[in-house]
């Protein structure tokens, strides 16, 4: 899989405080600009996201969700939706969900199965994965290029678990599965650790990094660039998209020095990234 290929940006994954529609808009540009191509609408404050995940949109937010998509193909995103039907295996009602969210233009979906009381055993297992098949191949029937990117319930780790090694198993092999590292919130991600997990999915991961994630430590605004990560994230993964802070304006040049060692992990130094982050920002205005 070529650099182009792979997914490289934001993913709006967030508890507490969800970005505003302007927000969203001002991160398509600003990821155009900084040469990532993905942008994941998944805030878990977004009711009709995840607690009311079955419920249509209202109209006024389906007009958004239109013009976050046209925006994004004039610049290049590709904005995927994220549903997050919580336990709930319901093909049938997932795939009605999805259906109205074709209307707003979208092409790409993930269905995420994260932070849920469920036993991760191989019925659950079985479920989840069955119904995320289902959704791709509706996905297929309805979409010429589309993507599907899948978080299971275990996405952090190494256990070799009667349920990851279902997942692995019955997972259609073109669905992204993500990954956030050895730990929910990663210090840092190594090759070996790549290695471990690619042999668990048998595939390679799509990284969920959760770095600059600060929604569990709500008082903390991260000022650093990114960090403790191998070459390996970039060429030995699908991709990684970057789970910012609640405050978009702070998370901006966190994301910009992501982007940084995206394009170039070789020589990528966080010293020099965070400078140039800050100083193109600041001309930016």
């Known amino acids: ?95 009605k969900k999805v259906r109205s969210m074709l209307d707003a233009g979208i092409e790409h979906f993930s269905l995420f199965f994260d932070d849920i009381k469920v036993s991760q055993d191989r019925m659950t297992a079985l479920a989840q994965a069955l119904t995320a098949n289902d959704l791709w191949v509706f996905l297929k029937k309805s979409i010429t290029h589309p993507t599907l990117f899948f ?68 008082n903390v605004v991260h000022s650093f660039a990114y960090r403790c990560r191998a070459k390996a994230v970039v060429h030995q993964t699908h991709g990684v998209l970057i789970n910012p802070m609640n405050q978009y304006l702070r998370s901006k040049p966190l994301i910009h020095t992501a982007a940084q060692f995206f394009r170039d992990p070789e020589r990528y130094v966080p010293r020099t990234a965070w400078r140039k982050a800050r100083q193109t920002l600041s001309a930016a205005g």
């Open 1 to 95: 899989m070529s650099i182009k290929q792979k997914h490289f940006g934001v993913v709006e994954g967030f508890y507490r405080r969800p970005y505003s529609w302007e927000q969203r808009y001002d991160c398509i540009r600003f990821l155009s600009d900084i040469g990532c191509n993905t942008y994941v609408y998944g805030p878990k404050a977004d009711p009709y996201h995840r607690k009311q995940w079955h419920l249509p949109y209202p109209r006024e937010s389906m007009k958004s969700f239109k013009h976050a998509v046209t925006l994004s193909r004039n610049k290049g995103i590709r904005f995927n939706y994220a549903l997050s039907p919580m336990a709930h295996t319901d093909s049938t009602a997932i795939i």
């Open 151 to 218: 978080c299971p319930t275990q996405y952090r780790g190494f256990r070799n678990s009667e349920y990851l090694r279902t997942i692995a198993k019955t997972l259609d092999p073109r669905i992204e599965m993500f990954w956030t590292g050895k730990f929910v919130v990663s210090p840092w991600i190594t090759e070996r650790q790549i290695d471990r997990i690619t042999a668990l999915y048998h595939k390679p991961p799509l990284i969920w990094d959760n770095l600059f994630a600060n929604d569990y430590i709500p």
